[in-house]
C-alpha cells in the first residue's frame, strides 16, 4: 500500500493486501513444550548412533582395502612378477577408494545435515526462554545462547564428533596388527596408551584455561554492548579516550586469556603428531627387525605401519580438538540448563484455555524483588478496576511505575501476588490468549526488521504477507492511534521497510511511538479487540500533533470499553483518566476516582504549605 491509500468508508470497503503474494508460506512446526529437551536429547537417537557406526564401519573397511592390497603387492606382486595380477589389485584399489570417497562425503553431510537439523530445534525450542528473561539480561543471555548452539553444532558437524564415532575401530586395527604380529600389536598398543595419557594431560591443562577464558570473553563482550548502548553520551561528553583504554584493557585481558587456552592445545597437539610419527618409525624399524629374522614379510612390515598411523588418527583429531570438545561440553551443559528453566515454565502453562473478556482487572498483595535480599521495587500493591476504566499511574522516579507496568502487561512475573484479569491469574490465560487480549507500549519503544504493516499486525516474519482481514485491522489500529497519515506520507506507506536492516526507513522517536501505539491497541482478526492496554509514558516523545492524537486515542478507547492503565506525568492525561494510582517508594501512596484523589492531594498541599507557613 502506497501513501495514495485515504481512510474513509471507500478505502475500507476494498482493503489492499498489504505486501501480497500468490501463497501465504507455511508456518514452521513449533517445538513441542511438553518435551523441552527433546531439541538436546533427540540427537544422537539410537537410530541415528546406528547409522552413524554402520557409516563409520563402511568406510574404515573400504580403507582397509588398500591397506591389504599393499600387503599383496609386497608379498606376491614383487616375487611372482606378474603384471596382470598387479592390475587387477590396482583396479580393485580404485574401485576400494572411489567407494571410500562417496561413503565419506555421504557421512560428513549427514552429520552436517544431523548439526543443522539440531540447531533449528535448540533455536525454536530457547526463543520462548528468551522471552521470559528480563529486559536488562536478555541481549546478554540471548547472545550467550547462540554462542552455545553454535558450538553444539560445530561439534556434532565437525571432525571432533567424527573422530569419536571411529574410535572402535582403533582397536580393530590393533587387533588386525596383532594377527600380523604379536610384537607388532604390542607396539600399536603401546602406542595407543600413550596417546591416551596425552588426551588426559589435554584435559587436565585446558579445563581450566578454557574456563577463564570462556569468562573474561563474555565479560569484554559484555562491556563492548555496553558502550554500544552509550555510544551517543560517551561521544558527547568527550570520554572517547578513556573508554577506548578501558574498553582495550578488557579486549588484551579476554585475548591473554584466550591465548593462555590456546597455546597449550597447540603445544598438545604438536606433541601428538610427533608421538605419532615417532611410533609409526618404531613400527617401522620392528616390522624390518622381524623381517630381517624370517618372523614377518617386507608387505607386513609396511602394511603394519600403515595400519598404525589409521589406528592412532582419530587419537590424534581428538586431542587436536580437545578444546572445541570442552567448549562443546560446557555449551550443552548451559543449554540443558536452559531447556530445563523452559520446561518448567511450559510445565506452568494452563491446559484449560481460557480467553480475557471485559477487562476487569485485581491486583492483590503485589510484590516484584529483583533478589530475596533486596527491598523490592514493588510491595503490597493492591487496587482494582472495573472494566472500561481509564487508570493514570503517577509516582517520582523509582517509585516502580515501569516495573508495574510490565508486571500488568505480563511481560515480567511478579515474586509475590498476582494479577488478575477478568477473575482470572495472568498466568492462567495462554500466552496467545493473553497477548491479542492485551496491549502494551513500553517506555523504551522498539520496531523490529519488516514493513510498517508487519509492525503494527505484531508480525515478526517480514516474509510473511498479511491477509486481507489483518490489512484492514492494521489500517483500522493506525487510524484510531492517529497514525494514519503519518503513515501514509512515508515513501511506501504500510510497506515501508523499518528496523535495522539495509535501506531500512529512520524514524524520529515520536512516530516510533505513534506507530508502537498502533501495535498496541491492534485487534487481532478473531480475537476482537483487547480489553486491557498498557501504556507506559506514551507521550514521552511526542509533539503537539501527536499528543492531541493520544488523547484522542484515549478517548475512543475509553468509550468502547476497553481498560487501559497509562503511566504519566502529564496534567491533561491525568484529566482523562477515570482512577488514580499513586506510588512512593514502591507502594500505593494512594488510589480511587479521579476526583477523590484530586481532593486528596489539595489537602495535602495544604497541609504542607501550612506547615511551611507555621515554620517560617
Known amino acids: ?39 538436546v536429547v533427540s540427537w544422537p537417537r539410537p537410530p541415528d548412533i546406528a547409522g552413524a557406526l554402520v557409516a563409520s564401519s563402511v568406510v574404515h573397511l573400504l580403507l582397509l582395502i588398500p591397506t591389504l592390497i599393499t600387503l599383496q603387492i609386497y608379498d606376491r606382486v614383487l616375487t611372482s612378477r606378474s603384471s596382470e595380477t598387479l592390475l587387477m589389485l ?22 552436517a545435515a544431523r548439526a543443522a537439523g539440531m540447531e533449528a530445534r535448540l533455536t525454536r525450542a530457547l526463543v520462548p526462554l528468551m522471552l521470559h528473561v528480563p529486559a536488562s539480561q536478555a541481549g546478554a543471555t540471548g547472545q550467550q545462547l547462540w554462542r552455545d548452539i553454535a558450538s553444539l553444532r560445530g561439534f556434532v558437524g565437525g571432525p571432533a564428533l567424527l573422530a569419536a564415532i571411529d574410535l572402535p575401530w582403533c582397536l580393530i586395527y590393533l587387533l588386525v596388527i596383532a ?86 592445545g597447540h603445544s598438545l597437539k604438536g606433541w601428538g603428531k610427533l608421538l605419532r610419527q615417532i611410533l609409526q618409525l618404531a613400527m617401522l624399524a620392528t616390522g624390518a627387525w622381524l623381517v630381517l629374522h624370517d618372523q614377518a614379510t617386507g608387505g607386513v612390515m609396511i602394511a603394519g605401519s600403515i595400519l598404525l598411523g589409521k589406528a592412532l588418527m582419530p587419537l590424534e583429531v ?92 505480563g511481560v515480567q512475573a511478579p515474586t509475590q501476588g498476582e494479577v488478575a484479569l477478568d477473575g482470572a491469574a495472568l498466568h492462567q490465560y495462554s500466552p496467545q490468549a493473553r497477548g491479542q487480549a492485551t496491549g502494551y507500549l513500553p517506555q523504551d519503544v522498539l520496531l523490529h526488521s519488516g ?55 529512520a524514524l524520529s522517536g515520536g512516530q516510533r511511538q505513534r506507530m508502537a501505539l498502533a501495535r498496541a491497541i491492534y485487534a487481532t482478526p478473531g480475537a476482537g479487540e483487547p480489553s486491557l492496554v498498557v501504556l507506559d509514558e506514551p507521550n514521552s516523545q511526542l509533539d503537539a500533533e501527536g499528543e492531541a492524537a493520544l488523547e484522542r ?44 484523589v484530586r481532593q486528596w492531594m489539595i489537602k495535602r498541599n495544604q497541609a504542607v504549605l501550612a506547615k511551611q507557613g507555621g515554620r517560617a
Open 451 to 505: 514493513s510498517v504493516a508487519h509492525n503494527i499486525a505484531r508480525l515478526w516474519q517480514p516474509t510473511e504477507p498479511l491477509a486481507p482481514e489483518q490489512s484492514e485491522a492494521v489500517i483500522k489500529a493506525a487510524q484510531r492511534a492517529g497514525a494514519h497519515e503519518l503513515i501514509t506520507a512515508l515513501p511506501k506507506g504500510y510497506d515501508t521497510l523499518l528496523g535495522s536492516e539495509p535501506g531500512a526507513q
Open 179 to 264: 594377527a600380523f604380529h604379536p610384537v607388532l600389536g604390542a607396539v600399536a598398543l603401546a602406542g595407543m596408551l600413550m596417546l591416551l595419557g596425552l588426551a588426559w594431560l589435554t584435559e587436565w591443562r585446558l579445563r581450566g584455561a578454557v574456563t577463564s577464558a570462556e569468562q573474561a570473553q563474555m565479560q569484554a563482550r559484555r562491556r563492548t554492548g555496553e558502550i554500544a548502548a552509550f555510544a551517543e553520551v560517551l561521544q558527547a561528553h568527550g570520554r572517547q579516550d578513556q573508554v577506548g583504554a578501558a574498553l582495550g584493557a578488557f579486549k588484551d585481558h579476554a585475548s591473554s586469556a584466550q591465548l593462555a587456552a590456546d597455546l597449550p
Open 90 to 111: 590396482l583396479a580393485a584399489a580404485a574401485l576400494s577408494l572411489a567407494a571410500w570417497w562417496m561413503t565419506e562425503t555421504s557421512r560428513v553431510r549427514w552429520h
Open 1 to 39: 500500500m502506497g501513501k495514495k491509500m485515504k481512510a474513509g468508508a471507500a478505502g475500507r470497503a476494498a482493503v489492499p493486501h498489504i505486501g501480497a503474494s500468490p501463497q501465504k508460506p507455511e508456518r514452521e512446526p513449533r517445538a513441542d513444550p511438553s518435551r523441552p529437551l527433546d531439541p
Open 318 to 409: 581428538l586431542i587436536g580438538s580437545w578444546k572445541q570438545q570442552l567448549e562443546a561440553r560446557k555449551a550443552l551443559t548451559r543449554l540443558r540448563h536452559a531447556l530445563a528453566a523452559q520446561a518448567h515454565a511450559a510445565n506452568l502453562l494452563p491446559e484449560t484455555v481460557l480467553a480475557p473478556g471485559r477487562g476487569e482487572l485485581r491486583v492483590a498483595h503485589l510484590g516484584v524483588k529483583p533478589s530475596p535480599d533486596d527491598a523490592g521495587i514493588l510491595r503490597n500493591i493492591n487496587f482494582e478496576l472495573p472494566a472500561g476504566a481509564l487508570l493514570a499511574v503517577l509516582g517520582g522516579s523509582g517509585s516502580g511505575k515501569s516495573t508495574l507496568a510490565r508486571v500488568l502487561a
Open 553 to 596: 486515542c484515549l478517548h475512543g478507547l475509553h468509550r468502547q470499553g476497553t481498560t487501559v492503565v497509562v503511566i504519566t506525568h502529564r496534567p491533561h492525561l491525568i484529566a482523562l483518566a477515570s482512577h488514580v494510582l499513586m506510588l512512593r517508594q514502591g507502594t500505593v501512596e494512594q488510589f480511587g476516582p479521579r476526583e477523590q
